[in-house]
């Protein structure tokens, strides 16, 4: 491969290209079963491989372009989509990513020297970007499914009122969301999902909660939505990465090899595991990635010249990193096909109706089938 | 006699014509204060409830629960009232507490506007200005708490008897009226109307006592009764409280069996005569195992309703009309006579033997009357339409079978199938196979052009070429990546629909 090549494109080896597979399938399964991105898992992932950060999440968002495109179409069919909605948040997302984009490029474009080290200057950034936000995500998601009373509490309704209370005109209806917002509520939540489904490919974390918590928009509508936007958003992301020459195609089709198999499966969970326990194994996978990127980060640190350290520090570094993120990662996609394998192998083994026949008070016959 | 229904937006003088229309027809008076007392005795927050409710949709999912308790309650106090005799029922949404009970006068109260603000002034003590915002913003929460509690319009006139307009006509008059019509042979119950008042009756009391036991209380179930079998479905995830459920029905009175189905969601099957040797039961049963699925039987009798349209009817209604045009559901087995009737019960009692039973009824009359008997509570994941019509030609039949999907599409928000679009989605026969064969050619050919020119690509996607023809590379991704998705996700789709896993 071309040494200029090689900043940007890996060479991929079987191996390589099976743990992308792996990346994928585990990523899918996470994104079937949580609803929102797997791009949490399988972003670091590759940069774990190897792949440079802004590779890693152009590719990336190229193959949730192409997901979003699939994934769409279906919640479209169950009245899911609010275009409406969609169309408002587009305005600013477009923005956001960008932002990112420049940001991205800039931050790549100033690096110095080849492959790990021209890109520290934009793996530190990606990274910092990911453990802030997903810290939050992930503490939140612990707190929530702590709380005794989940299922019948609902979620926080405090900045959904802080936000009903901002009446700034214009005020826009959005009848299938059946919601009045202002404008000025909508458009930052639509820079904000733009900026980091560009710059670290998890725009639903942002995009899904605040329609839910912010814009008080049901879940189902709020993840359809989600993912109508992001046809749009990976579309625009993924041409505006490889106008810049940034989007590694072999990858997004790698990923797609295995989450497009994943997603039905951890479709299926949701059926067959408790919310508690969604959330719980969501939040520990969640806080397990961002302690697997903030690993890696002094080894980044060190590329900058920002910290001391040995560079024969730098393979264990990457080496715990990556071992902390498969861990994560299968260690919860484990968890949820454990529990799909068992309700799949249930479902085609008992039968369930219990009949029980009182013609007169008492019962008199009682029979459990199977 | 009849169970009389006001409904009207508080302030409005509803409740006064109400009272005064019991104390004129000697009726027994029940108001909505009496049904919050008692579901708050059942512990069931009403007051948050409401506060939670009324503005957003995403907190209101999650209270669904309650919603259904709450909507017990109030069908189990207005029955066990009306049990003892006459009634009259004043509440904001009343109207929509016993659907398909023909011996029920639904009737709205549309109010004196300005009677109506010098009413809040005097109760609240607000000035002019302020007690108008005050009724405007409590008339659209109570817009919003009866679209979230019974998923429809309190405005719409369809779903009234009678219309009352307080501009008109003075309270004490409008009463006196209601007693005329109160009095109406087609408000008299029959036999079909009165099972119908008993099945909701028991599907309430079933559903609070559910509520109320420590064993099931945090379960979420599913609750349906008709012929006085009650049908409980509940969650995979839950199958330990099973065998507690007909512990605790045991002694519920007037419960002839309880029948209890493990199911992820329900499928409701709609057609005009069922029967259990027919390829259609095989694949609907095919999807609800697929799915975890318990799958309700609604069978379905339009010929009246198309008889009444042929003959203008719908407009002029006779003044005494027969039992089965009453609009509501018919008893489901009390007469298993005729060959329809047995195929019916047949299927009933091969579903309760394959573990799917969701429960099932008959509803004869418009297409309306077959919305207003689907109950919004239960989380059906699909409809599925079967042979209906059957008495019309082909192409009649056809297009009002699609008539009719279309119209339960829009009414319940779900997604309608006919079973031989079913049978196709199942199948996998020569078409899928084409159509795996034809998608795995094709991601098969791009990763193998992919994989093998890699150096052709990353040219164009990053290299020299792409530095002489930048736009090639986002022509190459938009290309690429949306084609190998919609191939692939074919082919993966496929494949787990060939393991049985979707």
Redesign the interface.
Known sequence: ??D??SE??VA?SAPTAIAVVVLGFVGGVLSGFIGSGGAFFMTPGMMNLGVPGVAAVASNI??K???A??GARRHS???NVDKRLAMYLLATALLGIRLAVWINSLLFAGGSGHGSGKSAGADLYISAVFIGVLTFVGISMFRDALQPSL?????S?RV?DLA?RIRLKPLVRFPI???ELSLWVVLPVGLATGYLAGTIGVGGFVGVPAM??IF???????AGTELYLAIYMG?FG??NY??A??????L??LL??GS??GV??GA?GV????ERYIRLSTAAIIMGCVASRMVAVPVYLRHLGWLRMDPGWDAPLNGVSTAMLFLSGIGGATFILYN?GR??L???Q??????????S???EE?RV?? | MPIVVVSCVPFGGGERMARLLAEKLDYSFLGREDVVARANECGIPVGKLEVAMVRKPSVQERMATLKDRYLSVATATICEKAARGSLVYYGRAGHLLLPGVSHVVRVRVIPEAEQRVEDAMTRTKLPREKAERFLHEIDADVRSWVRFVHNVDMDDPRKYDFMVNLEKVSIENAATALCGIAELPDFRPTPASLRIMDDRLLQSQARIRLALDERTATASLTVHSSDRVVTITYMPRQARVAPEIPKILEDLPGCRAVRCTMANTNILWVQEEFRPDSDALLHVTEQARRWGAAVELLRYRPERALANAVLGEEAARPASRPRADTGGIEDDVVEVTSPADQGFHAVLETLSRDGRLGGGQTVTGTKEALAAAISRQVPYSLVVVGETFVKKPAAARTRLTRELSNFLGEEMGLPVIGVSDLRAKLRFGPTQVVHLAAAATVVGLIYYLLFTHQEQLLSVLGGSLHQRHPWMSPVLVAVVAPLVAAAYGVVASSLLKLIKLE
């Open positions: 491969m071309p200029a090549l940007v494109f991929i190229t193959h372009f192409g997901k495109l699939v069919q169950m009245g299922g019948t509490r609902g979620p309704r959904t009903g969301s059946d919601v839910i918590y008080g928009v049901p879940t189902a509508v709020a579309a993924a041409l490889a106008w020459g940034l989007v590694d195609l072999r997004t089709c797609f090899l497009l198999v039905y499966i299926y059926r067959v595991v408790s799909v309700a799949y249930a479902h085609r008992i039968q369930t109706t219990l009949l029980v026949t009182r013609p008070g008492a019962p009682e089938h199977g």
